[in-house]
């Protein structure tokens, strides 16, 4: 719980030092507190926390709400790693927010103590705690940009419909206690079978996954994401493409294996459809797309489809390689959206035409981009393709059990065509387009840079070395169950 | 590092290289290329030349190297590399061709850095895939190299319809590849969980000893047969591919047509038909008549071009339809005759679009109704571009022949495809014959317009690519058994575990494995579902 704690006065400090600091000295703030949540981050391989890594009721505290086992962990150590990213992306943002740049800070940092608290959230209350702060400081990341009136209309769509499906989701949970009477994850583990054919029940646990849904963007709970992809801060975006939706898989993970690990087995059909129907949505929306952030955004329902493919599978194949992919999608998003926040710094949207020239303008954030398409796109030698790989891999593996996954899988291959064609737009708009209007070099400062190198490298090292990575993987998943 | 390794590294980390070179060094960048590529030759007719006493590991396989930090050793997927008969030549051909690719491209006037880059890329990958003993390796450098083939044309090419041109052979090539990792998992879940690999030889082991179920057979197969046709331009899947290549630039042309092609049907022999015979067996009569429509159809869609590129690249598909009627055959002679063509059609590729890029680069323009009397003024652009026409048409002296006629003569020996045959004849060598003839008189002979009065021959070191190709054409024309006595053995090898469960079935008079839905339940385990991650 020490590392929880930690991000928390780091939130707190943050916000108090905001009131000695004078002005120019406010984009330090944002490097120390991404210094150190990476110094936090690296003792995450080295103090209790990797050892903890053993499993026993001894790593449970707080009467069993919080729990520091594999895929926690696993997870606690991509939060950081995306909120240091975000926050380095955030000080390069801190030009546009205008006022109150300081507590954009602290509220990432708060945002990701919530995604902390959900990777180890073992109970349902803990869940939803969780959940409402990571949700509500995002309503505010979401409207920052306060001038801006399409910040403002994002921020009021995230409002309105995240809490239609925090209801939902309270709803659900209060449905499931109503029901067996547990709050506890394991021991709701036990009865569950039980209530398996009890219709209160799984409407409890249908509501509790609509509520997830909108966290990952899952059809048909994805209507929020284009606009509020578009019209938040790009940090902010970034961080919602990164942190919110690993988030609602760690979850989902948690929820299905290990609340109702006997109730999910019957529900692969659901998945499947789920699953398949994401993909195309998030494929076929994106096509005719001209703002490279709402792209994204429905690119980012698409992988959310993809993902759901490893959930879907219901083996640790498919979790292990849901893992895998999320840490591949983590610095392809991350590359992109750094890219997109340093590109269309002077411009007021992101229109692919901003990227006209950007190969003469900055070759390095050029080929950044390129990379993260070309991954996102599931090409090799990049760490999309291994993670799509994986993924099919665990859904055909079930193909013979059940033909749907054989559909599945062919609809994530469709998806992938067609995902082609957009991906390869925006390297087209770098590279080949007739009108270059402006040409100046791009300005990037010494930690961006290091950042988006980061970014890159990680993509290269998941898509060609990935046996470290599916290891460590395959040993967290068994954490689940 | 063995030789097998170093050819396949060097043009890669050349790559990696260039990417550190300012861009301002075009001249550097042009250097870099062809003196890696030249090496890599060098390194490639080396190893073809030590390949007869070379040690064989025990499945046959030469020059073996693994690379240990590459892939994941959980999954099974280890980056080795080894030769054996049938992709030495391959490799061999591979670096010739990227040779004379690199030589090639000095008509590359802007970004020089990205295209050398992509051009080396494609290099490596080409030969790692081919290089490759475990299936996901051989994916994985196919994809890397098909994807510079995309960019290249979307940003090098030429001609008004190359958006069009880079979209469309980016979504067909895409399809066709994806279909076949879908074939080439499924086949490694065949295996299983507990020695589940992407090894090659050890898949051919297991397969020899587990025969893979019907039902299995059934899905897998067409999968893989038509994700690797789609590659390879099988007809009706071919339409991507001379519109593609007539938008390439010469050297991604080349190296597609010629060598990157070859992966599909290098896919069919090693892994597809040795790894399910019954299926084989019954969908080779149905590629045998689907090859007729490269030769023929195609072949009366290239006499009617009227662009020369359009025409070669039509010509190239038409060539693929020899290749796979001598795999549809499953006899000895069919098969080599294959490999042959697979190698000869590789040189004979990349010296058509080699030369037609000459063309191109001088007169602007590839229409043959404004090209004309050419020969007058390039005579050894159009002496070689002659020859080239003659290879085209099989004419005895040119590897072409070779391998076309051991294809006939293998197809002659299958009683069901004799139909097949004698119309596949008349197309290669009718057909074949008018549109490569044409193609000559109407760009080579004939009143030469006024305004190529000054059009300059090739200088000497621009003649050095169409020189190597040529004399690879001629050397192995006339020695065919260079490459017949390397590739015999492993056909052979392939051959019989395609018919040794047919005659086994037919033995046991178990219903034909055409009919025979899933009455074999001896089916690998597809694993336990929870212990399949490990």
């Known amino acids: 719980m020490s590392l929880e704690i930690s991000v928390v006065a780091l939130g707190l400090i943050v916000l108090l030092a905001d009131l000695w600091l004078p002005a120019e000295r406010k984009r330090m703030l944002g490097y120390s507190a991404a210094a150190a949540l990476l110094l936090l981050f690296l ?29 926690a962990v696993f997870f606690k150590r991509f939060f950081l790693l995306a909120a240091v990213l975000v926050l380095v992306m955030a000080v390069e943002f801190s030009d546009r927010i205008g006022a109150g740049v300081s507590e954009y800070y602290s509220l990432i940092v708060f945002a990701l103590a919530g995604m902390l608290f959900a ?78 054919a009890n219709r209160v029940f799984l409407f409890g646990v249908v509501f509790f996954l609509v509520g997830l849904g909108f966290k990952i963007a899952a059809f048909p709970f994805q209507m929020w994401t284009p606009d509020v992809y578009e019209g ?38 659901l998945l499947i459809i789920v699953s398949g129907i994401t993909i195309l949505y998030g494929n076929l929306c994106a096509l005719p797309q001209r703002n490279l952030k709402r792209i994204l955004g429905y690119s980012s329902i698409a992988h959310a489809g993809y993902v759901l493919l490893g959930v879907a599978a219901l083996t640790t194949a498919g979790e292990s390689a849901v893992l895998y992919y999320l840490a591949g999608y983590l610095f392809t998003v991350l590359a992109a959206f750094a890219v997109i926040a340093l590109v269309m710094r002077h411009l007021n949207s992101e229109d692919l035409a901003g990227l006209a020239g950007l190969n003469q303008r900055s070759p390095l954030l050029a080929a950044t981009l390129t990379l993260a398409m070309v991954s996102l796109a599931g ?6 393709f291994f993670g799509k790989f994986l993924l099919l891999k665990a859904v055909i593996e079930q193909g013979p059990a059940n033909h749907g996954y054989y559909c599945l899988a062919f609809t994530a291959l469709a998806g992938v065509i067609i995902s082609l064609y957009y991906y390869f737009g925006v390297i087209r708009a770098i590279y080949w387009s007739k009108e270059t209007p402006d040409l100046s070099p791009i300005e990037i400062s010494k930690p961006m840079k290091m950042a988006v190198c980061f970014c890159m490298a990680g993509m290269f090292y998941l898509g060609l070395f990935p046996g470290a990575l599916i290891n460590y993987a395959a040993q967290v998943v068994k954490s689940l169950k | 590092m063995t030789t097998l390794t170093l050819i396949f590294a060097l043009p890669l980390l050349a790559a990696v290289l260039l990417a550190f070179i300012p861009r301002n060094f075009a001249v550097v960048m042009r250097l870099v290329a062809l003196v890696t590529t030249f090496i890599t030759m060098l390194l490639a007719v080396k190893m073809f030349w030590n390949f007869d006493c070379a040690a064989a590991d025990n499945d046959g ?170 590659l390879v331009s099988l007809w009706p899947f071919h339409s991507w591919a001379p519109l593609g290549y007539g938008s390439a630039p010469t050297a991604t042309a080349m190296l597609h047509a010629g060598v990157l092609k070859k992966f599909g049907l290098y896919g069919l022999l090693r892994v597809v038909i040795p790894f399910m015979p019954q299926s084989a067996q019954h969908w080779m ?94 005579r050894f652009v159009g002496v070689a571009f002659v020859m080239a026409a003659m290879a085209g048409c099989g004419l005895p002296g040119f590897l072409n022949f070779v391998g076309e006629a051991t294809v006939f003569f293998g197809a002659w020996a299958r009683p069901g495809l ?54 690879s054409l001629f050397l192995f024309g006339f020695a065919p058994k260079l490459l017949t006595d390397k590739i015999k053995p492993v056909t052979q090898q392939i051959v019989d575990m395609a018919n040794a469960q047919e005659i086994a079935t037919q033995a046991a008079t178990v219903p034909s494995p055409v009919t025979g839905v899933s009455t074999n339940g001896t089916k690998p385990a597809p694993g336990g579902v929870k212990e399949s991650g490990k």
């Open chain 2, 285 to 378: 009569p149905i590629l045998a008549w689907l090859s007729l429509g490269n030769i023929l159809y195609v072949g009366w869609v290239a006499m009617k071009q009227k662009n020369l590129n359009l025409l070669i690249g039509n010509s190239s598909v038409a060539h693929m339809g020899m290749i796979f009627l001598g795999i549809a055959t499953l006899n000895l002679v069919g098969v080599t005759g294959a490999v042959v063509i697979m190698i000869a059609h590789g040189f004979l590729a990349a010296l058509t679009f080699g030369l037609s890029g000459y063309i191109h680069s001088q007169t602007g323009t590839l229409e043959m109704s404004e090209l004309g009397g050419l020969a007058k003024k390039m």
């Open chain 2, 61 to 230: 396989y030469k020059f073996v190297a693994t690379i240990p930090w590459l892939g994941s050793h959980a999954l099974g997927i280890v980056c080795r590399l080894g030769v054996d008969g049938l992709n030495v030549g391959l490799v061999l051909m591979g670096a010739i061709v990227a040779f004379a690719a690199a030589c090639c491209s000095a008509e590359i006037k802007s970004r020089e850095k990205e295209f050398y880059i992509l051009l080396l890329v494609m290099t490596g990958g080409i030969l790692g895939a081919f290089a490759s003993l475990d299936l996901f390796f051989f994916y994985f450098f196919h994809e890397l190299a098909l994807v510079p083939t995309f960019i290249m044309i979307g940003v090098w090419g030429r001609g008004e319809k190359r958006n069009f041109a880079a979209f469309q052979i980016t979504l067909y090539l895409s399809i066709g590849a994806l279909l076949t990792l879908v074939g080439l998992i499924d086949l490694y879940l065949q295996v299983p969980a507990e020695i589940r690999t992407f090894d090659i030889p050890s898949l051919t082991r297991f397969f020899v000893e587990h025969p893979m179920a019907l039902a299995s057979q059934s899905f897998i197969f067409p999968l893989l047969l038509f994700g690797f046709g789609v």
């Open chain 2, 418 to 471: 004799r139909l097949v045959t004698v119309l596949a004849v008349w197309g290669a060598l009718i057909v074949g014959a008018v549109y490569m003839l044409r193609a000559v008189r109407a760009t080579l002979h004939g009143p030469l317009p006024e305004k190529w009065g000054r059009l300059p021959d090739a200088v000497l070191w621009r003649k050095l690519p169409y020189a190597v190709l040529l004399a």
């Open chain 1, 43 to 71: 003792n995450t391989f080295t103090s209790h926390c990797s050892c903890s890594l053993a499993e026993g009721p001894d790593n449970m505290t707080s009467a069993g709400m919080f729990i520091q086992d594999g895929l």
């Open chain 1, 379 to 384: 090409i090799p030698p990049l760490a999309g």
């Open chain 1, 232 to 269: 938040a801060p790009t940090p902010t975006t970034a961080f919602l493409a990164v942190g919110s939706k690993a988030t609602g898989f760690v979850l989902l993970l948690r929820f299905l294996f290990t609340a109702i690990p006997d109730v999910a087995m019957h529900w692969n059909k």
């Open chain 1, 119 to 196: 990777a180890s959230a073992n109970d349902f209350v803990m869940l939803f705690a969780a959940i409402e702060l990571i949700t509500i400081t995002f309503y505010v990341l979401t409207s920052f940009q306060r001038g801006r009136v399409r910040s403002l209309e994002a921020g009021v769509k995230y409002l309105i419909l995240g809490a239609l499906s925090s209801a939902f989701m309270v709803y659900g949970i209060a449905l499931i206690w109503g029901t067996t009477g547990k709050f506890n994850f394991q021991e709701l583990a036990q009865v569950a079978g039980k209530f398996a």
